[in-house]
């Protein structure tokens, strides 16, 4: 994405940042917050960055990654810019995750003892990199937070980008409940709620014991057995 970074004392229009044969008017810039970790917090280094309006204006191409509140600094002459780390107007952000659908494979419904995998699926999810560190949760909010199990944030497991900027991978954990809308952690800014959701399977009765031995019982109404 192109990226235009204004300020002063830019020097002259130039060609690009590879000028050889004048290494003293390369132009050059990276962005970065330390402040964050994995991917995040990496120095990444713009690519293409040239002079566009002397003195004032440098035309900069951002390369893929992931983060927010990056600061942005550029070398010119051989001189690094000095800017404050406070100053919102020199720092940039990666677009936040955005999950479009949800897919469980052929499984219409979750095992309630997890280990199902879901595959999420929108875009800014940034680069298929282990450093890309991924983490989602899924939550029925259908009747506010809750402190019963149904009501809890699930938070899925090895969760990782399978296909770059596009598609991520999690496994479910134990749980229980239905309408469980996702959502995913990418650069350390979360997405919005997915309008897919996914349900844990319902519970099936499939005997009933009495100690060690079978019960049967017969019913003439709910409040009156014999």
């Known amino acids: 994405q192109p990226v ?3 300020g002063t004392n830019f020097g002259p229009v130039t060609i690009s940042n590879a000028s050889v044969e004048s290494p003293s008017n390369q132009v050059n810039a990276s962005y970065q917050n ?13 690519f293409n ?26 070398v010119v002459g051989l001189q690094e810019s000095r800017a404050d780390n406070d100053d919102a107007n020199v720092t940039s952000s990666y ?35 282990e450093r890309n560190v991924v983490n989602a949760s899924y939550q029925d909010l259908r009747n506010g937070a809750s402190a019963s199990l149904d009501g809890l ?27 469980n ?5 990418v650069g350390f800014q979360r997405s919005a709620r997915s309008l897919d959701n996914t349900s844990y399977a319902a519970p099936i009765l499939s005997r009933l014991m009495a100690g060690e031995h079978d019960v049967y019982y017969a019913f003439t109404n709910i409040d009156e057995p014999y």
Not at 50 to 69: D, E, F, K, M, T
Not at 103 to 128: C, E, I, K, M, Y
Not at 157 to 167: F, P, S, T
Request: proline share 4%; with cysteine.
């Open 4 to 6: 235009y970074v204004n």
């Open 34 to 46: 330390s402040h964050l970790l994995h991917l995040s917090g990496n120095l990444y280094r713009a």
């Open 49 to 74: 960055c040239r002079v566009v309006i002397p003195h004032v204006q440098i035309l900069c191409y951002s390369v893929a990654g992931v983060g927010y509140r990056q600061l942005w600094r550029v």
């Open 95 to 129: 677009l936040t995750p955005v999950i479009e659908h949800i897919q469980t494979g052929s499984l219409a419904t979750l095992d309630s003892a997890g280990g199902d995998q879901v595959t999420l699926r929108g875009s800014n999810f940034g680069p298929a990199n």
């Open 153 to 179: 944030e699930f938070w899925a497991v090895q969760c990782r980008i399978q296909i770059a900027h596009v598609e991520a991978v999690c496994m479910t954990v134990p749980g229980v409940g239905t309408q």
């Open 181 to 185: 809308k996702w959502q995913i952690i």
